[in-house]
């Protein structure tokens, strides 16, 4: 048990030093009915420094290095049915990491992170995607000395 | 033997015209100028030229200096004092003449006309002095008489020596065709062993027959006699027909060609041959001369390009040409002298390797191409399209420690984009310059920003702009 709690600790510390992702869900701030459809609203997205208890702090469109981690905040409503969305964060139009979130019905905030490395500065943007692939958001932003 | 006949081989067609052509042109400034003062400057500035280049050539640098300035200047006095002579050596005469017509230094005087013309007056009874000048000045000797310069003819002559005319005493100066001066003055000669009966005339015939190479015909008043002074010999004439072989015998016409005329053949041939040696060395100074290898960088220049498809990359965009010639010749070439062309007429879309051979290069007469480096070059072309694309602002630097970059907009967010379609078919954003965080300021703020179009390749369609204005809001941190 203890070993395996390791591995995972262990997999975990390596995908966010190399600046990979991290994903977490959180309960929306107000439940509704399921309505059966696959539909969603982006009510907000942006990227921020931090998100404490499902609060975006601090949102930005340049960020400094120093920060260490940034964060992509999106927050739906109108969700008929449990589905995913995705979180694609390009760094000079170049894929960097394709984060898959759930989202629940009714309403649903989720936010994807990355780590920062010194060769990360210059500017960077986050496709907000659904299941269907359809382009939701394209949020842009720069990492800065 | 043997490098005599390299030598040989190494000349082109291109090079004996060049000489051919040049010592053509030289002989005919000599053919049209000659005996002109225009010639005889021509003559000085080029011993002054030789004589600047041997100063030159014995370091002699003030001496050099002063008569390279000298030439210079006298080059352009030449063409302002003798623009008169110029003009009417080039106007005067047709085409045919400037190019490859001779007009004859020398003209024959028309002996029977003069010989009947001296027994008419004779039996006249009108004195008569007439000259025959020979190869000597005479110049310098004769005096005062007016400048007539009338063709000889019968009447003209008699007219001349008519008693109620002024100038009737004087002596008629005959140069080739012409009666150069009338009433003219001779020297008289000293000799006392003359018979007593030989007036001032004879005497004026003889001085300068004594002095000189002319024959000079005298016309008795009184005897109505016609005599030739020739030399120190006074001989009485008993017919025109004597007096004409005694003129013949003067002007040296032997029977089917004339003295003259010989003289002149040898002239204008000895003109040719030494224009030919001269160009000939002046050609070999130049184009053999010390030979000298040079390097040039020469940009490439592409040709015959599909205007639907333009140049991505190209792996060089300059060759570097080795050539050898004449140090005068490379010290003379020009860099747009030297060019290499690259004709894309036959080029796909994709990468295109092109060898770069002597075909592609064009060189000035003279210059020999030793190497290319590199000798090809790979050309990637593409198919010119247009794209969309937004604009993304590049924030760099550090912002103030207590302020957030909160928005930005940019204005126009999207511009057109032409350039290559593989190129823009991976290109999702246009970025601008970067910009200073630190020159921003608390609040609301506008600023004119450059975008930054990477590969150079790329371009802003027409109709769009290459600034965008970026309207930016900061506010303080939480």
């Known amino acids: 048990m203890v070993r395996k709690c390791c591995l995972v600790l262990g997999v975990w510390w390596l995908l966010s030093f190399s600046g990979a992702w991290t994903a977490q869900a959180q309960a929306p701030p107000r439940g509704g009915a399921n309505s059966g459809a696959s539909k969603l609203a982006l009510v907000q997205a942006l990227v921020c ?16 290095i120093s920060a260490g981690k940034i964060y992509c905040y999106t927050l739906f409503d109108q969700i008929t049915e449990d589905t995913v969305v995705y979180h694609h964060w390009f760094f000079r139009d170049k894929p960097s990491a394709r984060i898959r979130l759930s989202v629940k019905h009714p309403r649903w905030s989720t936010f994807s992170s990355i780590q920062l490395r010194e060769a990360d500065k210059g500017p960077w943007r986050v496709e907000i995607i659904d299941a269907g692939g359809r382009l939701l958001k394209n949020l842009r932003f720069s990492v800065t000395d | 033997m043997e490098k005599v006949l390299q030598f040989l081989s190494g000349i082109r067609w291109q090079d004996v015209v060049d000489i051919g ?32 280049q041997m100063a030159s050539y014995m370091g002699l640098i003030v001496t050099s200096w002063v008569v390279q300035g000298i030439v210079a200047v006298a080059a352009l006095i030449i063409v302002v004092v003798f623009r008169n002579e110029i003009r009417s050596v080039l106007q005067a005469r047709n ?23 001296a027994f008419e007056l004779a039996r006249r009874r009108h004195g008569a002095l007439i ?20 063709d000889i003819s019968r009447e003209m002559i008699l007219s001349i020596f008519y008693p109620d005319n002024p100038v009737h005493d004087g002596a ?75 003129l013949e015998e003067h002007f040296g016409i032997a029977d089917e060609q ?14 040719a041959l030494v224009s030919l040696l001269f160009i000939t060395g002046f050609w070999f100074s130049i184009s053999r001369g010390l030979e000298t290898l040079v390097t040039f960088d020469v940009p ?112 126009p967010s999207r511009v057109e984009i032409a350039g290559g379609k593989r190129i823009l078919e991976n290109l999702q954003t246009i970025y601008t310059e970067k910009v200073p965080l630190d020159r921003l300021r608390e609040g609301v703020g506008v600023i004119e920003v450059q975008l930054a179009i990477q590969p150079a390749s790329l371009k802003v369609a027409s109709g769009s702009n290459e600034k965008v204005a970026v309207k930016y809001l900061t506010r303080r941190r939480d």
């Open chain 2, 300 to 411: 490439i220049e592409y040709q015959n390009r599909n205007p639907n498809m333009e140049i991505v990359h190209a792996s060089v965009n300059a060759v570097r040409l080795n050539l050898s010639g004449s140090g005068t010749l490379v010290k003379s070439t020009r860099s747009d002298q030297v060019r290499v062309r690259l004709d894309l007429s036959t080029a796909a879309v994709g990468q295109n390797d092109f060898a770069i051979t002597a075909s592609n290069i064009s060189l000035p007469p003279g210059l020999v191409l030793k190497n290319v480096n590199p000798q090809s070059i790979v050309v990637d072309l593409d198919v010119t399209v247009r794209k969309d694309l937004p604009v993304q602002v590049d924030w760099a630097g550090r912002l103030s420690e207590n302020l957030i970059l909160a928005e930005a907009t940019v204005d």
């Open chain 2, 21 to 52: 052509l040049n010592s053509y042109i030289l002989f005919r400034f000599y053919v049209l100028f000659r005996g002109t003062y225009v010639f005889r400057v021509l003559i000085g500035l080029t011993m002054l030229w030789f004589f600047q």
């Open chain 2, 172 to 246: 008629a100066l005959i140069e080739g065709d012409r009666v150069a001066r009338a009433g003219v003055i001779l020297p008289l000669s000293r000799r006392e062993d003359l018979p007593s009966y030989l007036g001032t005339r004879h005497r004026a015939a003889l001085g300068l027959a004594e002095a000189t190479d002319s024959l000079v015909i005298v016309v008795s008043e009184q005897r109505g006699e016609v005599s030739v002074a020739k030399g120190v010999r006074l001989q009485t004439i008993g017919s025109p027909r004597q007096l004409a072989e005694e």
């Open chain 1, 49 to 64: 420094e931090d998100v404490k208890e499902g609060i975006p702090s601090n949102p930005a469109i340049a960020f400094s």
């Open chain 2, 258 to 271: 004339s003295l003259p005329a010989k003289k002149e053949r040898v002239e204008v041939t000895t003109a």
């Open chain 2, 131 to 150: 000259v025959m000048p020979g190869d000597e000045d005479i110049q310098e000797l004769i005096q005062s008489g007016i400048a007539w310069n009338g």
């Open chain 2, 95 to 117: 085409f045919r003449t400037i190019l490859w017509g001779f007009t004859s230094k020398t003209r024959i005087a028309p002996i029977d006309i003069i010989a009947e013309c």
